[in-house]
């Protein structure tokens, strides 16, 4: 954690601030409503304590997977009224296109006002960490501010490329986060059990690594646990298993047996 300066160790004081937030919120698949929305309720701390020093925020996240093209069904306008609830004093305006959008929305903004982007998940630039885009994303702001936890392991243009561009620090989240994680690491409490999910081995192997060393037990779920399964000649049908990992998995568990951790 040394090498980041997070916002409480900084004074900034009327700026326009380019915050990452992750509302990536799941949505129940009838009506597409919001079925749970913590990440909106984690990320109000940052927020909260940006706009009290009399910042012009603006925040972007992702929403689901649209692969680069604009769904309706991934638009942030759901995460934009449900964060309404929380900050009831202040507009929040959903900005369409970035891209397109004139400069002076974000130089004339209110100092009541909050300027949502949709979702950067619509721009093929995000997943390619196009320094074009990140360039289109550094031109609102003057600070950027990740406090996206989840999403940091990715080589994504919000959260990779913009601090190339502009001045970065991490967000309050991020720091708790952080500090969560490092003394789990470092000193877990006895007996500790772990569980981790997802899809992809390579974006988790430093973790899953650790955590074969120090866990006496270890859940494996979602995608992930396929590939696991598949490793030791368990047949998983055709679920969703990554059949060039299945080496690495078998090393992973063969260190967890070193470790007497169970899997």
Known sequence: MSNITFIDEVEIVGKRVLIRVDFNVSLNPNDLTIADDARIRQAIPTIKRLLINKNHLVIMSHLGRPKGERNSKFSLKIVCNQLNQY?????????????????????????????????????????????????QLSKVAEIF???????????????????????????????????????????????????????????????????????????????????????????????LVEKDKAELARKLLFKAAQHNTTV
Not at 88 to 108: C, G, N, Q, R
Not at 121 to 129: D, I, L, M, S, V
Not at 174 to 202: C, D, R, T, W, Y
């Open 87 to 135: 900050l009831p004093e202040y507009k929040i305006k959903l900005v369409d296109d970035v891209v397109t959008e004139p400069m002076s929305t974000f130089e004339k903004q209110d100092v009541d006002e909050i300027i949502v982007l949709e979702n950067t998940r619509f721009y093929p630039g995000e997943k390619t960490n196009d320094p074009v885009f990140a360039k």
């Open 145 to 239: 501010v990740n406090d996206a936890f989840g999403v940091c392991h990715r080589q994504d243009a919000s959260v990779v490329g913009i601090t190339k561009l502009l001045p970065s620090y991490g967000g309050l989240l991020l720091k708790k986060e952080i500090e969560m994680l490092s003394q789990i690491l470092k000193k877990p409490e006895k007996p500790f059990v772990a569980a981790i999910g997802g899809s992809k081995i390579e974006t988790k192997i430093k973790v899953l690594d650790k955590l074969m060393e120090l866990a006496d037990n270890l859940i494996i779920g979602g995608a992930l646990a396929n590939t696991f399964l598949y490793a030791q000649g368990i047949e998983v049908g055709i679920s």
